[in-house]
């Protein structure tokens, strides 16, 4: 019987899908470390626990540890200790050397989380990226800019996707951003140079420091663009193939970014640029599965229960191939206007041209409070053999879906 730990600082319905599905495998007993207090779970949800530690700070390694030393106490030491936010790569690598928890260490996870580390591991192993620099001053950041030209990419090296990440197109707005992220010692802003180009993603599986799965995504459009503008609904599409030629640039380089970020067992979220030429960029790594209902739809495009086989995948160590049956897709709902959820209007519209292509339809409530996130309020999730279909499908949700904001 292993006993499992899962770091869950939140009570988010995002995570709670990965820790149901490591409660549910045989021969495993499941804890939870939280800095929500157990009375934010779901009651079905706690049944399935053999432990819980509440922690004042669900992110911090001390914290974590500490929980963890009491539950082995309990019920015998962690013998895998898992997480998906972004922010608890770090700590959580930290826990297992400190308790001997095998797993990814931290040196591995730095890699994964510093972007700046990041981008330089690439260089050295002649992996295609972005032009970039780590910059603690705003003459630094100014000169980098030059030499490269407008726009650039500025953005904090601990960033996770888009989040927190500018485009600055002049030297004013640099400044600007440098002013108001505090940039300095210890405090050093990535800058990059702009790709322009389609973007996509690149999440794949790795066990024992063998590439054994990925899967594209092509997001439209690109997720910066989407932050920069938060009334845009967007939407991302899986292809049915990505055998094609078109993909073999990330076929080849993408696992060979991964062997230079360290990554052994685990899967991970790549975000990458295909310029008008073909040629590639890399943009940024996640040591974690992908967000924004991308593990969902993934396992829609294969028929399968991917939050299962990531399970299993980090607990037992074991992965199982899957055959790319669909394409799949997604349109992301956002808020229209300003103030609370109104109205979600042309639901019946969807309903009636989608009809049974729809997997998932998740709508916010009136009364709700907006998201404030580039996931939006509420999302559609399609799949189908042909692509096409597919990618009208989404594109027709985002064009009829809307949720009006209001005060009343």
Request: one cysteine or more; hydrophobic letters at 45%; a neutral charge.
């Amino acid at each position: 019987m292993v006993h499992a730990v899962f770091a869950v600082p939140f009570a988010m319905e995002s995570t709670l899908r990965f820790a149901r599905a490591v409660a549910a495998l045989p021969g495993v007993r499941l804890s939870v470390v939280a800095q929500d207090d157990a009375g934010r779970f779901p009651a079905d949800f706690r049944a399935q626990l053999a432990g819980f530690r509440q922690v004042r700070d669900g992110l911090c390694a001390d914290d974590l540890a500490a929980a963890i030393g009491s539950l082995a106490q309990e019920l015998g030491p962690a013998g895998r200790l898992l997480g998906i936010l972004e922010p608890l790569q770090e700590p959580l690598a930290a826990v297992r050397e400190r308790l001997r928890i095998r797993g990814m260490d931290a040196a591995t996870a730095r890699n994964f989380r510093d972007k700046a580390r990041m981008k330089e591991l690439f260089a050295a192993h002649g992996l295609p990226c972005a032009r970039h620099r780590l910059c603690a001053t705003v003459d630094e950041a100014v000169e980098f800019a030059r030499g490269t030209g407008y726009p650039v990419v500025a953005k904090p090296p601990a960033g996770a996707g888009a989040r927190a990440t500018a485009r600055c197109a002049d030297e004013g707005a640099l400044r600007r951003f440098l002013a108001d992220a505090h940039a300095g010692a210890g405090r050093e802003v990535l800058l990059e140079e702009f790709v322009q180009g389609q973007e996509f993603s690149f999440d794949s599986v790795t066990l024992h420091g063998r590439h054994v799965f990925h899967s594209v995504s092509c997001y439209l459009p690109t997720p910066l663009w989407v932050m920069e503008n938060p009334w845009i609904q967007w939407c991302v599409v899986l292809p049915r193939d990505v055998a094609g030629p078109e993909y073999g640039p990330i076929h080849r380089d993408g696992p060979r970014a991964l062997g230079a970020l360290g990554m052994w067992t685990g899967m991970t979220h790549m975000e990458w640029f295909r310029r008008a030429d073909g040629s590639i960029a890399i943009g940024e790594v996640a040591a974690r599965p992908p967000g924004a209902q991308f593990t969902t739809l993934i396992g829609c495009a294969h028929d399968a229960d991917l939050y299962r086989a990531w399970a299993q995948l980090m607990v037992f160590e074991t992965w199982t191939p899957l055959e790319r049956r669909y394409a799949a897709g997604a349109a992301y709902l956002r808020g229209q206007g300003e103030g609370r959820i109104v109205a979600v209007h042309g639901v019946e519209a969807v309903r009636q041209r989608l009809g049974d292509l729809v997997v998932e339809l998740r709508l916010p409530q009136p009364g709700q409070a907006p998201s404030g996130s580039y996931e939006g309020d509420g999302h559609l999730i399609v799949r189908h053999p042909d692509t096409q279909v597919v990618t009208d499908a989404v594109q027709y949700a985002v064009r009829t879906l809307r949720v009006e904001l209001g005060r009343g």
